[in-house]
Antibody
Framework: EVQLVQSGAEVRKPGESLKISCKVS????????IGWVRQLPGKGLEWMGI????????RYSPSFQGQVTISADKSISTAFLQWSSLRASDTAMYYC????????????WGQGTMVTVSS | EIVMTQSPATLSVSPGERATLSCRAS??????LAWYQQKPGQAPRLLIY???TRATGIPARFSGSGSGTEFTLTISSLQSEDFAVYYC???????????FGQGTKLEIK
Protein backbone atom coordinates (compact mmCIF):
# COMPACT_ATOMS: atom_id res chain seq x y z
CA GLU A 1 0.00 0.00 0.00
CA VAL A 2 1.30 3.43 -0.95
CA GLN A 3 1.50 5.69 2.10
CA LEU A 4 2.83 9.12 2.96
CA VAL A 5 3.16 9.58 6.71
CA GLN A 6 3.95 13.05 8.00
CA SER A 7 5.58 14.11 11.23
CA GLY A 8 3.47 15.43 14.09
CA ALA A 9 2.17 18.86 14.94
CA GLU A 10 4.70 21.53 15.82
CA VAL A 11 4.57 24.71 17.89
CA ARG A 12 7.34 27.25 17.46
CA LYS A 13 8.08 30.87 18.20
CA PRO A 14 8.63 33.50 15.50
CA GLY A 15 12.21 33.46 14.25
CA GLU A 16 12.77 29.79 15.06
CA SER A 17 13.66 27.15 12.49
CA LEU A 18 11.68 24.03 11.69
CA LYS A 19 11.91 20.95 9.48
CA ILE A 20 8.89 18.69 8.98
CA SER A 21 8.98 15.34 7.26
CA CYS A 22 7.00 13.06 4.98
CA LYS A 23 8.01 9.39 4.95
CA VAL A 24 6.85 7.37 1.98
CA SER A 25 6.35 3.65 1.61
CA UNK A 26 4.89 1.24 -0.89
CA UNK A 27 6.58 2.64 -4.01
CA UNK A 28 9.95 3.62 -5.40
CA UNK A 29 10.72 6.98 -3.78
CA UNK A 30 13.08 8.14 -6.52
CA UNK A 31 10.62 7.66 -9.38
CA UNK A 32 7.88 10.15 -8.48
CA UNK A 33 7.72 13.89 -7.89
CA ILE A 34 6.58 14.77 -4.39
CA GLY A 35 5.18 18.13 -3.40
CA TRP A 36 3.99 20.31 -0.56
CA VAL A 37 0.68 22.13 -0.20
CA ARG A 38 -0.19 24.78 2.37
CA GLN A 39 -3.63 25.35 3.84
CA LEU A 40 -4.04 28.41 6.04
CA PRO A 41 -6.68 28.06 8.79
CA GLY A 42 -10.12 28.03 7.19
CA LYS A 43 -8.72 28.71 3.73
CA GLY A 44 -7.99 26.93 0.46
CA LEU A 45 -5.07 24.95 -0.89
CA GLU A 46 -1.83 26.57 -2.08
CA TRP A 47 0.76 24.77 -4.21
CA MET A 48 4.20 25.38 -2.69
CA GLY A 49 6.58 23.33 -4.79
CA ILE A 50 7.74 19.89 -5.84
CA UNK A 51 10.87 17.77 -5.58
CA UNK A 52 12.11 14.87 -7.67
CA UNK A 53 14.35 12.63 -5.57
CA UNK A 54 15.72 10.81 -8.60
CA UNK A 55 17.74 13.74 -10.07
CA UNK A 56 17.30 15.59 -7.68
CA UNK A 57 15.34 18.59 -8.93
CA UNK A 58 13.31 21.14 -7.00
CA ARG A 59 10.69 23.58 -8.32
CA TYR A 60 9.05 26.28 -6.19
CA SER A 61 6.02 28.45 -6.54
CA PRO A 62 7.18 32.09 -6.82
CA SER A 63 5.11 32.75 -3.69
CA PHE A 64 7.26 30.36 -1.67
CA GLN A 65 10.67 30.66 -3.37
CA GLY A 66 13.19 31.77 -0.75
CA GLN A 67 10.70 31.28 2.07
CA VAL A 68 11.02 27.51 2.45
CA THR A 69 13.36 24.71 1.39
CA ILE A 70 12.15 21.41 -0.01
CA SER A 71 14.56 18.48 0.16
CA ALA A 72 14.71 14.73 0.63
CA ASP A 73 16.85 11.90 1.97
CA LYS A 74 16.68 8.99 -0.45
CA SER A 75 18.25 6.60 2.06
CA ILE A 76 15.18 6.85 4.29
CA SER A 77 12.56 7.62 1.59
CA THR A 78 11.64 10.86 3.28
CA ALA A 79 10.88 14.33 1.98
CA PHE A 80 11.29 17.48 4.05
CA LEU A 81 9.95 21.01 4.22
CA GLN A 82 11.95 23.47 6.26
CA TRP A 83 11.98 27.05 7.40
CA SER A 84 15.02 28.95 8.66
CA SER A 85 13.03 31.71 10.37
CA LEU A 86 9.33 31.16 11.00
CA ARG A 87 6.69 33.89 11.00
CA ALA A 88 3.25 33.92 12.55
CA SER A 89 1.85 33.92 9.01
CA ASP A 90 3.37 30.44 8.49
CA THR A 91 0.75 29.01 10.86
CA ALA A 92 -1.04 26.47 8.69
CA MET A 93 -1.61 22.84 7.85
CA TYR A 94 1.03 21.48 5.49
CA TYR A 95 0.42 18.44 3.30
CA CYS A 96 2.88 16.40 1.31
CA UNK A 97 1.53 14.64 -1.75
CA UNK A 98 2.80 12.54 -4.64
CA UNK A 99 2.36 13.13 -8.37
CA UNK A 100 0.74 10.42 -10.38
CA UNK A 101 2.70 8.08 -12.63
CA UNK A 102 1.49 9.70 -15.85
CA UNK A 103 0.13 13.05 -14.72
CA UNK A 104 1.04 15.88 -12.37
CA UNK A 105 -2.02 15.79 -10.15
CA UNK A 106 -1.43 14.72 -6.55
CA UNK A 107 -2.78 11.20 -6.30
CA UNK A 108 -1.63 10.24 -2.80
CA TRP A 109 -1.60 12.62 0.16
CA GLY A 110 -0.09 12.61 3.62
CA GLN A 111 -2.30 13.23 6.62
CA GLY A 112 -0.99 16.76 7.15
CA THR A 113 1.25 18.48 9.70
CA MET A 114 -0.13 21.43 11.65
CA VAL A 115 2.47 24.12 12.25
CA THR A 116 1.65 26.82 14.79
CA VAL A 117 3.91 29.85 15.14
CA SER A 118 3.13 31.99 18.14
CA SER A 119 5.02 34.03 20.67
CA GLU B 1 0.56 32.72 -13.12
CA ILE B 2 -2.57 30.88 -14.24
CA VAL B 3 -5.53 31.88 -12.07
CA MET B 4 -8.21 29.27 -11.42
CA THR B 5 -11.68 30.57 -10.57
CA GLN B 6 -14.33 28.25 -9.17
CA SER B 7 -18.04 28.90 -9.04
CA PRO B 8 -20.19 29.03 -7.13
CA ALA B 9 -18.42 29.54 -3.80
CA THR B 10 -21.19 27.57 -2.08
CA LEU B 11 -23.67 25.19 -3.66
CA SER B 12 -26.72 23.89 -1.79
CA VAL B 13 -28.14 20.66 -3.20
CA SER B 14 -30.47 17.98 -1.84
CA PRO B 15 -29.32 14.36 -1.50
CA GLY B 16 -30.12 12.38 -4.64
CA GLU B 17 -29.95 15.43 -6.88
CA ARG B 18 -27.24 16.40 -9.35
CA ALA B 19 -24.50 18.88 -8.52
CA THR B 20 -22.54 20.82 -11.13
CA LEU B 21 -19.37 22.66 -10.12
CA SER B 22 -17.43 24.95 -12.44
CA CYS B 23 -13.78 25.88 -12.78
CA ARG B 24 -12.35 28.43 -15.19
CA ALA B 25 -8.69 28.97 -16.07
CA SER B 26 -7.29 32.40 -16.95
CA UNK B 27 -5.59 30.87 -20.01
CA UNK B 28 -5.78 27.58 -21.84
CA UNK B 29 -4.55 24.58 -19.86
CA UNK B 30 -5.56 21.91 -22.37
CA UNK B 31 -6.83 18.99 -20.24
CA UNK B 32 -4.29 19.42 -17.45
CA LEU B 33 -6.86 19.76 -14.70
CA ALA B 34 -7.58 17.84 -11.52
CA TRP B 35 -10.45 17.87 -9.04
CA TYR B 36 -10.06 17.12 -5.34
CA GLN B 37 -12.52 16.56 -2.52
CA GLN B 38 -11.73 17.67 1.03
CA LYS B 39 -13.82 16.85 4.08
CA PRO B 40 -13.35 18.63 7.42
CA GLY B 41 -10.23 17.48 9.24
CA GLN B 42 -9.06 15.35 6.33
CA ALA B 43 -6.46 15.62 3.61
CA PRO B 44 -7.71 16.28 0.09
CA ARG B 45 -8.51 13.27 -2.11
CA LEU B 46 -7.94 13.13 -5.86
CA LEU B 47 -11.17 12.57 -7.77
CA ILE B 48 -10.40 13.42 -11.39
CA TYR B 49 -7.24 14.06 -13.40
CA UNK B 50 -6.74 14.87 -17.05
CA UNK B 51 -10.04 16.78 -16.78
CA UNK B 52 -12.13 13.62 -17.16
CA THR B 53 -10.32 10.52 -15.87
CA ARG B 54 -11.54 9.18 -12.55
CA ALA B 55 -8.82 8.34 -10.05
CA THR B 56 -8.58 4.84 -8.61
CA GLY B 57 -11.56 3.92 -6.46
CA ILE B 58 -13.66 6.97 -7.30
CA PRO B 59 -17.35 6.15 -7.85
CA ALA B 60 -18.85 6.53 -11.31
CA ARG B 61 -21.27 9.23 -10.08
CA PHE B 62 -18.30 11.64 -10.25
CA SER B 63 -17.50 12.86 -13.74
CA GLY B 64 -15.35 15.62 -15.16
CA SER B 65 -15.51 17.42 -18.48
CA GLY B 66 -14.05 20.36 -20.34
CA SER B 67 -10.81 21.48 -21.93
CA GLY B 68 -9.03 24.73 -22.60
CA THR B 69 -10.37 27.18 -20.03
CA GLU B 70 -13.77 25.82 -18.94
CA PHE B 71 -14.23 22.72 -16.79
CA THR B 72 -17.04 21.03 -14.93
CA LEU B 73 -17.29 18.47 -12.17
CA THR B 74 -20.64 16.71 -12.03
CA ILE B 75 -21.88 14.51 -9.22
CA SER B 76 -24.86 12.69 -10.66
CA SER B 77 -26.78 11.68 -7.52
CA LEU B 78 -25.51 13.18 -4.32
CA GLN B 79 -24.82 10.88 -1.40
CA SER B 80 -24.46 12.11 2.16
CA GLU B 81 -20.70 11.51 2.04
CA ASP B 82 -20.30 13.84 -0.95
CA PHE B 83 -20.94 17.02 1.00
CA ALA B 84 -17.48 18.57 1.22
CA VAL B 85 -15.27 21.24 -0.33
CA TYR B 86 -14.10 20.68 -3.90
CA TYR B 87 -10.98 22.18 -5.45
CA CYS B 88 -9.77 22.28 -9.01
CA UNK B 89 -6.05 22.46 -9.82
CA UNK B 90 -4.21 23.14 -13.05
CA UNK B 91 -0.89 21.46 -13.80
CA UNK B 92 -0.29 22.79 -17.27
CA UNK B 93 2.84 24.87 -17.32
CA UNK B 94 6.52 24.00 -17.04
CA UNK B 95 8.49 25.11 -15.09
CA UNK B 96 5.59 24.25 -12.82
CA UNK B 97 3.51 27.06 -11.34
CA UNK B 98 0.60 24.80 -10.55
CA UNK B 99 -2.34 26.54 -8.92
CA PHE B 100 -5.57 25.64 -7.16
CA GLY B 101 -8.95 27.25 -7.37
CA GLN B 102 -10.38 28.79 -4.22
CA GLY B 103 -12.83 25.92 -3.68
CA THR B 104 -16.57 25.27 -3.82
CA LYS B 105 -18.34 24.19 -0.67
CA LEU B 106 -21.07 21.67 -1.44
CA GLU B 107 -23.64 21.72 1.34
CA ILE B 108 -26.87 19.93 2.08
CA LYS B 109 -30.02 21.80 1.10
Amino acid sequence: EVQLVQSGAEVRKPGESLKISCKVSGYSFTKYWIGWVRQLPGKGLEWMGIFYPGDPDTRYSPSFQGQVTISADKSISTAFLQWSSLRASDTAMYYCARHGADHDAFDIWGQGTMVTVSS
Amino acid sequence: EIVMTQSPATLSVSPGERATLSCRASQSISSNLAWYQQKPGQAPRLLIYGASTRATGIPARFSGSGSGTEFTLTISSLQSEDFAVYYCQQYHNWPPRYTFGQGTKLEIK
